[in-house]
T-cell receptor
């Protein structure tokens, strides 16, 4: 089955530790995205990547880093510089077709920093 | 900058009745797309319906339809014959050049 996988579903870390969230897709999509969702908030874009080895900051990139070494994978690292990392993180992917590209979402990872 | 506003945090509807969820947006662009996404308790984001800004005809998908008013920058979602499975959080989103901007969402409950 084609789709987007995110692992793990729940993640707990101590304050001050970096943590990496996994996102893999087998849809052959060019573009991948990371969003953060907080209670009472919509999804906010952290980073996105249109092609391998290239990525751009979204609206709330501070305290996060990404890499895009393979088309299928777009891991997100939450660094100790992120002041409030506890949140629900969603990964998405899409074809890159110019003006329109429907984004498909993974199941998400709930990160709790203790 | 693009903004999407969903001013109603919660709504409730009786099963089998019709409900309308409101959304307004702001963009300086003329070429964009609008979406409604559903997020059930599983938290999986599901695309409900999309509307191309250049199309005057309102999109429909089975029990879901939109009222797109481009001049007013309004994009409401109408759910007809509401079902218990429609209970979820609904997000309005604007798409421009590969980037989605979301509203804060509205929690819809369905009363049996």
């Amino acid at each position: 089955d084609g789709g987007i996988t995110q692992s793990p579903k729940y993640l707990f870390r101590k304050e001050g530790q970096n943590v990496t969230l996994s996102c893999e897709q087998n849809l052959n999509h060019d573009a991948m995205y990371w969003y953060r969702q907080d209670p009472g908030q919509g999804l906010r874009l952290i980073y996105y990547s249109q092609i391998v080895n290239d990525f751009q900051k979204g609206d709330i990139a501070e305290g996060y880093s990404v890499s895009r070494e393979k088309k299928e994978s777009f891991p997100l690292t939450v660094t100790s510089a992120q002041k409030n990392p506890t949140a629900f993180y969603l990964c998405a992917s899409s074809m890159w077709q110019g003006s329109y590209n429907e984004q498909f979402f993974g199941p998400g990872t709930r990160l709790t920093v203790l | 900058a693009q903004t999407v506003t969903q001013s109603q945090p919660e709504m409730s509807v009786q099963e089998a009745e019709t409900v309308t969820l409101s959304c307004t947006y702001d963009t300086s662009e003329s070429d964009y797309y609008l979406f409604w996404y559903k997020q059930p308790p599983s938290r999986q984001m599901i695309l409900v319906i999309r509307q191309e800004a250049y199309k005057q005809q309102n999109a429909t998908e089975n029990r879901f339809s939109v009222n797109f008013q481009k001049a007013a920058k309004s994009f409401s979602l109408k759910i007809s014959d509401s079902q218990l499975g429609d209970a979820a959080m609904y997000f309005c989103a604007l798409h421009r050049r590969g980037k989605l901007t979301f509203g804060k969402g509205i929690t819809l409950s369905v009363r049996p």
